[in-house]
């Protein structure tokens, strides 16, 4: 009996009870088409589109939005946009369906999102917990900032990160935020309430927690933040999912496909 999309849909974690409004939805393609293969990446991106195809698979799994915005479907420019025109032709073309996974893998316990990055840095093992919408991590020992930075480039093959505070300070307690979940009102309390030393965002309104960061190491409190970047902090949990589908349907090809930023350092 050939395994749906739809089937697909209804093995992925889901948050406990009912979950509206919520993004997560087919974006292209059928719930009832037959699925030969899987590819599962933090975006569509039109180059991971082509990869899928390439590899046979005809379900798509992206964390974020297909056409450029958060709540896809609504009013807005992109909906007259050639590119999105262009790339829903491309999509049908290669026979893809698109589900959009994003809510949920948020709101499952623990969050797996923020699961996938603790795993890829190795720090699982370390005495960890989950808070509102972020972990918090304590080191054996405490080490430098600028080492860790060092870790987590080496860990997810990173060209860069981007830095405030004093990262020769000693850290041993770290936040993880990943996403978008770097600004002030998840990081501020993050530092304030759970004593971190150092927060791992993806990203977040310059304006806010560096700023929060730079007075605090000018006040002498050795606070230190590193950004990753959006993607860099939620692929891992992408990559984390697509081994936990491999697993739940071993008959089909389940392919990761990893979608670098594409902004580039001049």
Not at 19 to 34: F, H, K, M, N
Not at 56 to 81: C, M, P, T, W
Not at 124 to 152: M, N, Q, S, W
Not at 238 to 253: H, T, Y
């Amino acid at each position: 009996m050939d395994i749906t999309v739809q089937d697909v849909i209804d093995q992925l974690p889901a948050a406990a009870g009912r979950l509206e409004p919520t993004v997560d939805r087919i974006v292209a393609g059928s719930g009832q088409a037959a699925v030969r293969g899987i590819a599962v990446s933090f975006v569509a991106s039109c180059e991971a589109i082509r990869e899928a195809a390439s590899l046979g698979a005809n379900l798509f799994i992206s964390h974020e939005g297909v056409f450029y915005r958060h709540q896809e479907g609504g009013k807005g420019a992109d909906g007259h946009s050639r590119v999105k025109q262009v790339k829903e032709s491309f999509i049908e073309s290669a026979g893809m369906t698109i589900y959009r996974y994003h809510d949920h893998p948020h709101r499952v316990s623990p969050d797996l999102i923020t699961r996938g990055l603790l795993r890829a840095l190795d720090w699982e093992r370390y005495e960890h917990k989950y808070v509102e919408a972020a972990a918090v991590v304590t080191l054996p020992e405490a080490r430098r900032g600028c080492d860790i930075a060092f870790h987590v480039k080496s860990s997810l093959h990173l060209p860069y990160l981007r830095a405030a505070g004093s990262l020769e300070s000693a850290c041993q307690t770290i936040g993880i935020a990943v996403g978008y979940r770097g600004g002030s009102e998840i990081a501020v309390p993050l530092y304030e309430k759970e004593h971190v030393d150092l927060l791992l965002a993806g990203e977040g309104p310059e304006w806010e927690t560096p700023e929060y960061v730079r007075d605090a190491a000018a006040q002498g409190c050795g606070r230190s933040l590193l950004l990753l970047g959006h993607a860099a902090s939620e692929a891992p949990g992408m990559k984390l999912l697509s081994e936990m589908i491999g697993e739940r349907f071993p008959g089909i090809p389940v392919h990761f496909i990893n979608t670098p930023t594409p902004l580039q350092i001049m």
